[in-house]
T-cell receptor, first 112, second 114 residues
Framework: GDSVTQMEGPVTLSEEAFLTINCTYT??????LFWYVQYPGEGLQLLLK?????DKGSNKGFEATYRKETTSFHLEKGSVQVSDSAVYFC???????????FGTGTRLKVLA | SQTIHQWPATLVQPVGSPLSLECTVEGTSNPNLYWYRQAAGRGLQLLFYSVGIGQISSEVPQNLSASRPQDRQFILSSKKLLLSDSGFYLC?????????????FGPGTRLTVL
């Protein structure tokens, strides 16, 4: 069945470091892929998305590329800031199965 | 635009008591609807989803159940709560109604089972 696997956290980085959070998926058909972010005390909000293979989603300096050959959607940012500290969730939405599932989340802590 | 309402906002219940959480959606028709649980320090676990009235798919076998009596109403229930049912319950629906759209979330219900 459909599933999303993302790297365990927490991830602790210094300000201006490079960030990668790995996400892989299994799904039938051609799902859309998403990254959501949850800041402390807030709800989930969409960070970026990609709807087909080779699409690149980007927002606020974050980007992720839909790689069908490796079934991956890794999140990257070239230079993180303290304000990026949050929990990041990878997710997939599958129009074939109607499932919309999330990974377990990766907590990012950025130190000044 | 789409709005998702949930109630109650918080709930404290004893073990073995029943549960009923309600979710209603405005601003769309025939939406796909989802129930998730976010336990403390953990991710979102998909519990149930529905693509139409009376249609319920269960993702995790447990003592919870869901029903969809009306197009824009989704109810999560239990006959007897367990301690492990504590958590933050979120109702959600994709922005454009399709499973490939951005997920809108309701404000959530925080359930504590004592």
């Amino acid at each position: 069945g459909d599933s999303v696997t993302q790297m365990e956290g927490p991830v602790t980085l210094s300000e201006e470091a490079f960030l990668t959070i790995n996400c892989t998926y299994t799904a039938t058909g051609y799902p859309s892929l998403f990254w959501y972010v949850q800041y402390p005390g807030e709800g989930l909000q969409l960070l970026l998305k990609a709807t087909k293979a080779d699409d690149k989603g980007s927002n606020k300096g974050f980007e992720a590329t839909y790689r069908k050959e490796t079934t991956s959607f890794h999140l990257e940012k070239g230079s993180v800031q303290v304000s990026d500290s949050a929990v990041y969730f990878c997710a997939l939405g599958n129009s074939g199965t109607y499932k919309y599932i999330f990974g377990t989340g990766t907590r990012l802590k950025v130190l000044a | 635009s789409q709005t998702i309402h949930q109630w109650p906002a918080t709930l404290v219940q004893p073990v073995g008591s029943p549960l009923s959480l309600e979710c209603t959606v405005e601003g769309t028709s025939n939406p796909n609807l989802y129930w998730y649980r976010q336990a403390a320090g953990r991710g979102l676990q998909l519990l149930f989803y529905s693509v139409g009235i009376g249609q319920i798919s269960s993702e995790v076998p447990q003592n919870l159940s869901a029903s969809r009596p009306q197009d824009r109403q989704f109810i999560l229930s239990s006959k007897k709560l367990l301690l492990s049912d504590s958590g933050f319950y979120l109702c959600a629906s994709p922005m454009g109604g399709a499973s490939t759209d951005t997920q809108y979330f309701g404000p959530g219900t925080r359930l504590t089972v004592l």
